[in-house]
């Protein structure tokens, strides 16, 4: 069974930068993988930052950027904000099936 | 307006079967897939499958092959996921999501878009 793991919880303060972590246990993530990002917050359903790696939808914030980093999909926050306390999840293609990662609960302190 | 309108939350017996719907609007619905993703209380998301909302063609997860189906009706811009044999671990918000399969100007690849998802379903699964 493949699983995706993120790291489960960071903390970053106002206007710092924070990078979050998307690894696969078949191996290194390659564009190959599509990855994606979504946010989630209490209550709501997910709302997607990131497809394909590092392409923005256009109601993504420019401070929010999608990138491959020593064998994981990342992403990272510049100039974090205290609406950017959410959860975040990856989501990793394998060949026709999609498998979700853990999720990091982001907290603004 | 370009939504996803989905059915109300339900209570289900351990063995029983339900169907979720997600109606679309404000879009043409066969232009596009339909994903299903549940979310089990204070867990992460868990992808279910998706659907062509063109052609009917379906992709499961393995997790759930042979409890998930997952249909259209076109005229009614509607798609549904109908999960059997129902347990207590199926108690989850489910939602649908949709999504087109992109590729660049090469034709190349570049995965899943993700853009409109809806507001969720909640199913309770209790004896």
């Known amino acids: 069974q493949t699983v995706v793991t993120q790291e489960p919880s960071l903390t970053v303060s106002p206007g710092g930068t924070v990078t979050l972590t998307c690894a696969s246990s078949?191996?290194?993530?390659?564009?190959?993988?599509?990855p994606n990002w979504f946010q989630q917050k209490p209550g709501q359903a997910p709302r997607a930052l990131i497809y394909s790696t590092s392409n923005k939808h256009s109601w993504t914030p420019a401070r929010f950027s999608g990138s491959l980093l020593g064998g994981k999909a990342a992403l990272t926050l510049s100039g974090v904000q205290p609406e950017d306390e959410a959860e975040y999840y990856c989501l990793l293609y394998y060949g026709g099936a999609l498998v979700f990662g853990g999720g990091t609960k982001l907290t603004v302190l | 307006q370009v939504q996803l309108v989905q059915s109300g939350a339900e209570v289900k017996k351990p063995g029983a079967s339900v169907k979720v719907s997600c109606k679309a609007s404000?879009?043409?619905?066969?232009?596009?897939?339909m994903h299903w993703v549940r979310q089990a209380p204070g867990q992460r998301l868990e992808w279910m499958g998706w659907?062509?909302?063109?052609?009917?063609?379906?992709k499961y997860s393995q997790k759930f092959q042979g409890r998930v189906t997952i249909t259209r009706d076109t005229s009614a811009s509607t798609a549904y996921m109908e999960l059997s044999s129902l347990r207590s671990e199926d108690t989850a918000v489910y939602y649908c999501a949709r999504a087109t399969w992109v590729r660049d100007s090469s034709g190349k690849p570049r995965g899943w878009y993700f853009d409109l998802w809806g507001r969720g379903t909640l199913v309770t699964v209790s004896s």
């Open positions: 078949t191996g290194a993530v390659t564009s190959g993988y599509y």
């Open positions: 659907i062509n909302a063109g052609n009917g063609n379906t």
């Open positions: 404000g879009y043409t619905f066969t232009s596009y897939a």
